[in-house]
């Protein structure tokens, strides 16, 4: 064989056989010396890169011709070692460590984890009804931040770019919302053990009641845009087939699970947080394909809106009542307030400790540099995320940080799933199952 | 639980009266019948459908509203066959493990979270097994699912799972040494400047344990 000195096709001898290094532009002499090899079945590297916005994946496939005899995932390169930090730090801070996991869906990492926590700490019914509601409210806000981005991406990744836009947009008057309310439009840290960080700002509710308005009114753009539509139906129906079987011997939850028929939800069948006091259906499926999980994160969205409504509700009535226990030896930070540049002390509360009470300011001092202690043992709280079961798996030796933190990431499991959906299909349609499976990288490497 | 160095800081000049202070996870004892709500359905029907259950499980340990069962690594593949089979807990959620360099000779627990979806229960089963043979049997071939969390648990862990297809790191590079997440792997890190004082790593920050 000709070597060539063709700088975007390299190739060179190994004992696996012929490896072509392809980095872009001019494809013609791969094609041509492909081509001599007489050989069909070809080991493609996809990867490791970032396909839109899931993080770092890396697929190898084996092909034959267009079609997948084999495929392996390789994960890991956004491992950050979250677990193992949040050994190190207090209680409290494991918040702000775990909201970065799965970071299209932070509001459900915290809820896990400071649900989790409350078990421990046996305080699970003093929660107080605000704050519940208020998780509830934000979690459905992120469900449908979340589904933007993966019908969104996931459109955009076949080819449709105009959904990427509109879902954006939706996005966009989400993380609107989590600013107002907590500051920071990504990575939170608003969900605290015993509650949630501060009350919603004045004036929030009617502001939540527009946007909620406005989300209604722009969703009808991508369903326009998508359902029913030729192209979207060809390329997306019947493709990454899995029954209920498959789901359940590999751990598969989410609408991937609901797909296949099952109206598996954890807010209806082990509600938390309240979720039994919300009328919402569990939408589902029995298509088992990319096409039945993009219309269930559709029907979703309304859920989620149907949700909203009832916490918006429930927030006037409840207005003034506390967002985090009474219990002041675990109640930290709740003197926090919304300030021009962002989420910082309250200036009432730093006037009471540095000026009139020394021991505000002793307990105070105390539970900010040594945190709580929370009684020795372990426990397993899950919620349903926007891509299934997060779970977490929280043990504590008694002390003031917790001795193993680990999720059970429902990108993690899912993505297994990506070998049974693609072998034996084509090569495009790899791109629609992993996106219908929307794993997000941030939570599968953790 | 072994508290000691309660008073009198040494080396950090840490007052408070927490400097040094060294805990251990506690080891709960098991639990005596009733166990209540489902768990007591649950513990019959693996009893009838196991004879070989007061073998294999050490023992029942029902806290916080969560029933556990501790069994025998030798046990462990038939236990899941028949909860998976028989009990119908379909979907196994991974596996977790926990070093506790304290508990001699069960240093290494791996800990299993299913989800029967027919019965909606959840049931914990709890394997320890020595760091000197930290070889569990994989439960792969019981829920498929479990390739991942498995490869996850070794690498973090070095918990060796006999039987499973191809038990490789994962989220670490391939040659990496050591497994981070066992409790005498350093968390390491560097000091940090800030506003002209110095942080140091949090693994050596005067801590409160």
């Known amino acids: ?446 | 639980m072994s508290d000691h160095g309660m008073f009198g800081a040494k080396g950090s000049g840490d007052t408070s009266g927490y400097g040094g202070l060294v805990r251990s996870a506690a080891s709960t004892g098991s639990s005596e019948r009733p166990y209540g709500g489902y768990f007591d359905d649950v513990a019959d029907d693996l009893e009838r459908a196991y004879p070989d259950f007061a073998d294999a499980i050490e023992r029942v340990v029902v806290d916080r509203g969560e029933l556990t069962l501790h069994v025998k690594r030798e046990k462990l593949v038939e236990v899941a066959k028949i909860l998976r089979d028989k009990l119908l807990f379909e979907m196994c959620l991974g596996v977790s493990g926990v070093h506790y360099p304290a508990d001699v000779n069960r240093e290494l627990h791996a800990v299993y979270p299913l989800l029967s979806m027919t019965h909606n229960r959840r049931v914990r089963i709890e394997v320890s097994i020595p760091d000197s043979d930290p070889h569990l049997p994989s439960l792969v071939e019981v829920w498929a699912g479990n390739n991942w969390n498995e490869r996850e648990t070794f690498d973090m862990f070095g918990i060796i799972f006999d039987g499973h297809p191809g038990l490789t790191r994962i989220l670490m590079p391939d040659d990496w040494r050591g497994h981070p997440q066992r409790k005498d792997y350093p968390l390491g890190g560097i000091p940090v400047e800030y506003k002209g004082a110095t942080v140091p790593p949090p693994n050596e920050r005067r801590s409160y344990r």
């Open chain 1, 1 to 446: 064989m000709t070597t060539f000195s063709d700088p975007y096709a390299s190739s060179r001898e190994t004992t696996e056989g012929t490896v072509f290094s392809v980095t872009g532009g001019d494809w013609d002499s791969l094609v041509t010396e492909i081509g001599a090899t007489k050989e069909e079945r070809v080991v493609v590297n996809m990867g490791p890169q970032h396909p839109s916005t899931h993080g770092v994946l890396r697929l190898v496939l084996e092909l034959e011709g267009e079609t997948v005899t084999e495929l392996r995932c390789g994960v890991g390169y956004l491992h950050t070692g979250i677990e193992k930090n949040a050994e190190y730090r207090s209680w409290t801070q494991g918040v702000t460590f775990v909201t970065r996991m799965d970071y299209l869906a932070p509001l459900f990492n915290e809820t896990a984890y400071c649900l989790g926590v409350e078990k421990l700490l046996g305080i699970t019914n003093d929660v107080p009804e605000r704050a519940s509601v208020i998780r509830v409210m934000m979690m459905e806000f992120n469900r449908i931040s979340s589904h933007m981005v993966a019908l969104g991406t996931g459109a955009l990744e076949l080819g449709a770019l105009s959904p990427m836009i509109f879902c954006f947009r939706e996005r966009e008057k989400v993380l609107d919302v989590f600013e107002l309310i907590a500051g920071l439009r990504m990575n939170l840290a608003y969900v605290r053990p015993g509650g949630v960080a501060q009350d919603l700002p004045a004036g929030a509710l009617p502001k939540l009641r527009e946007t909620v308005k406005e989300l209604r009114r722009d969703f009808k753009d991508n369903d326009k845009l998508l359902i029913g539509n030729t192209i979207w139906m060809k390329r997306t129906e019947g493709i990454g087939y899995l029954d209920l079987a498959g789901c359940t011997t590999l751990g598969i939850t989410g609408p991937v699970l609901r797909s296949t028929g099952m109206p598996w939800d954890l807010r209806k069948l082990q509600p938390y947080s309240g979720y039994e006091n919300y009328n919402f259906d569990v939408v589902t499926a029995d298509t088992c394909d990319v096409y039945g999980r993009f219309l269930i994160r559709m029907n979703e969205l309304e859920q989620s809106l149907r949700i909203i409504e009832q916490c918006i509700d429930k927030l006037e009535k409840l207005e003034g009542a506390p967002v985090m226990v009474a219990d002041k030896k675990i109640a930290w930070p709740a003197q926090l307030a919304l300030g021009g540049d962002g989420l910082g002390n309250s200036l009432d509360h730093i006037r009471e400790i540095m000026g009139t009470s020394m021991e505000s300011l002793i307990h105070h001092f105390k539970l900010v540099t040594e945190g709580f202690r929370v009684p020795a043992g372990q426990v397993y709280s899950a919620v349903e995320s926007p891509r299934g079961e997060m779970g977490v798996h929280l043990v504590s030796d008694g002390g003031t940080k917790p001795y193993r933190v680990h999720f059970r990431e429902p990108s993690f499991n899912n993505l297994q799933a990506t070998a049974a959906m693609c072998e034996g299909s084509l090569i495009a349609d790899i791109i629609g199952a992993v996106a219908s499976i929307d794993p997000v990288m941030g939570g599968v490497d953790r």
